[in-house]
């Protein structure tokens, strides 16, 4: 079974720039989460999705950031304009039905280097 | 202070050594999770747990629900089991807390 894809997996960019990052999840996998994790501290939820529908985004930036899981399969999350402070990694998670007691499946993630 | 607090922060041990991280949280939860972290970022989820105690090869989970605590024990530890491990909560409202993690160096 191929895991949660992520791309791309580094990204330098200088502030006021745009970026967007992309997540492929596990088949069939209906929940997708996208998690912000800065250097040192433990990963923060930024949004998860059910299907094409959002659950939960309470944590996420929408001054700047955006997400969307169209078709929902895969998923784009978007930030514009960047910040120093959103240097971090970007990791993506699926899981099969969003049930409390799932396993969350994670992607390498994404290093994000704002200059 | 964070929901999820994790101890000790950075451990190093010889190989072959009990190793136990220990996990306090001040929420109310329906799961915790512990997730293991290896340089490059990748994450894997290890263990889900809602009460008792699981087992998987030399890895062990504990939960004491009225206690809000949660141990994860690795039996002869090897240098392969060096990374990050870091404890998870899942509140009944869907929210989730994420600890800082613990840096496990093991030495051959």
């Known amino acids: 079974e191929a895991g949660v894809a992520q791309s791309p997996r580094y990204k330098i960019i200088e502030k006021r720039q745009s970026v967007a990052f992309w997540c492929n999840p596990i088949?069939?996998?209906?929940?997708l989460y996208w998690y912000q994790q800065i250097l040192g501290q433990g990963p923060k939820l930024l949004i998860q999705f059910q299907n094409n529908g959002v659950v939960d985004d309470s944590q996420l930036p929408k001054d700047r950031f955006s997400a969307e899981r169209l078709k929902g399969v895969d998923s784009t999350l978007k930030i514009q304009p960047a910040k120093l402070e959103d240097s971090a990694v970007y990791l993506c998670?699926?899981?099969?039905?969003?049930?409390?007691?799932?396993?969350?499946?994670f992607g390498p993630g994404t290093r994000l280097t704002v200059l | 202070k964070n929901e999820v607090e994790q101890s000790p922060q950075n451990l190093t041990a010889q190989e072959g050594e009990f190793i136990t991280i220990n996990c306090s949280y001040s929420?109310?939860?329906?799961?915790l999770h512990w997730l293991q972290q290896h340089p490059g970022g990748g994450i894997v989820s290890l263990f889900m747990l809602s009460s008792g105690k699981k087992k998987h090869g030399r890895l062990i989970a504990t939960i004491n629900i009225q206690e809000k605590h949660s141990s994860l024990h690795i039996t002869a530890s090897h240098p392969r089991d060096s990374a990050v491990y870091i404890c998870?909560?899942?509140?009944?409202?869907?929210?989730?807390?994420f600890g800082t993690g613990t840096s496990l160096t093991v030495i051959p």
């Open positions: 088949s069939g996998h209906a929940t």
């Open positions: 998670a699926s899981s099969p039905s969003g049930q409390i007691t799932d396993t969350q499946y």
């Open positions: 929420v109310g939860i329906s799961a």
């Open positions: 998870a909560v899942r509140s009944p409202g869907n929210q989730f807390y």
